[in-house]
């Protein structure tokens, strides 16, 4: 390992350059829609009106607190995987399978759009689960596992307002 003055040491950390590529690009994805899951529940959370205003309004909050929180965890991983983490709109929308909402829905639409988009963003994390396993990188895989976990309860919970 080469330490020279000015020199970045190259990263040893048993996961070899292909396939820390290979999960960064995952998690990138990953990135992408949990930026968007983010910026749709917050927009939601300004803009719900209607009988059920308070109890989404907190809701929401208590979502995007939370996504917002995920977001730092996933780029940070990416980091320490050696690449740097996307950041922009530009790289997000281009990344992300989530598209974004078009005007103020009702809130019962509201409720559906974060269900599809919360099970999206399992999805996406789920995807990397192969890539990651094989190279052994139980960092990322732990990562994942927390992620799905919030992701598939929150969608349940959410869906379970829609029920009669």
């Known amino acids: 390992m080469s330490t020279k003055k000015g020199k970045t040491p190259e990263i040893d950390i048993g996961i070899k350059s292909g396939d820390r590529q290979k999960i960064v690009d995952g998690l990138s994805a990953l990135l992408a829609d949990s930026y968007t899951l983010y910026l749709m529940t917050h927009n939601f959370h300004w803009n719900v009106k209607g009988p059920m205003f308070n109890s989404l309004h907190l809701m929401f909050m208590e979502q995007y607190t939370e996504q917002w929180n995920a977001l ?3 780029a940070e991983r990416i980091r320490a995987l050696g ?3 996307p950041g922009t709109y530009k790289e997000f929308v281009k990344l992300a399978s989530i598209k974004e909402v078009e005007g103020v829905p009702q809130a019962t639409d509201m409720i559906r759009h974060l269900v599809a988009a919360q099970e999206a963003t399992a ?12 190279a052994s990188d139980e960092p990322t895989a732990d990562l994942l596992t927390q992620r799905l976990e919030v992701h598939e309860k929150t969608a349940w919970m959410l869906r379970s307002l829609l029920e009669d």
């Open 72 to 74: 730092d965890l996933i």
């Open 123 to 134: 999805r996406t994390a789920r995807k990397l689960f192969p890539i990651v396993d094989s």
């Open 83 to 85: 690449h740097p983490a």
